[in-house]
């Protein structure tokens, strides 16, 4: 979907549950449609178990997973097994920079042939207007190496990210995961500690309820 905003589209009308909605009575409560993997309202037993496998760009640093849940009659037994996409999505660069800077990031990649399990390659290129030659200029620069082109994404705006000290887009600043940017400030200004996982829980369910009620405005 355009912007990789496929998991703000709701279907139905029952997007604003509570999770009291499982009671103790349900020994396991399995949901469906957000991709990236999480239990609600701190509960282990009522998750999303999320997609196994990276379902955009946007989503190419989750981390990959699927649940096991055993069932022994009384209770259940739930065990997150994390395992590496066989097929990895590849942002380069990570910004949109001249094509010259992305010429040169293109030469890094390792060469070889192109297989199943070769990676999808999306294309960050900062542009001053038009240019006709910029996709033959970019396949020139992948030809003999081990991936995929997948799209290239053009961006003729640009502010300084303040962090990185290279330039970020809007583009760029829309696509990054709202999670991930808390996460970057939290470790700016904590000296480079991670966000304790309840707080990042705490982030999750305001991020969520938040979306939910951007899309209830929505369809008033």
Known sequence: SVG???EHAIIG???GINAQFANEGIVYTALGHLHKAQRVGGR???RYSGAPLPMSFAERKNTQSVTMVVLDGEGCKIE???FDAPVKLLSVPTTHEPIDVVVDELAKLPDGEIDIN??????NVLVKGEDTSL????EEAIEGKAVRLTRIVTST????????GRSMTYDDFKRKDPVEIMQEIYRKKCNGEEMPAHLLEKLNEVIKEVRNENI???GM
């Open 4 to 6: 990789d905003s496929s």
């Open 13 to 15: 009308g029952l997007e």
């Open 44 to 46: 282990e037993n009522v």
């Open 80 to 82: 997150k097994i994390l």
């Open 118 to 123: 070769s990676p999808f390659l999306e294309v």
């Open 135 to 138: 996709r033959q200029v970019i």
């Open 157 to 164: 705006t640009a502010v300084q990210d303040e962090q990185q």
């Open 216 to 218: 209830g405005n929505q």
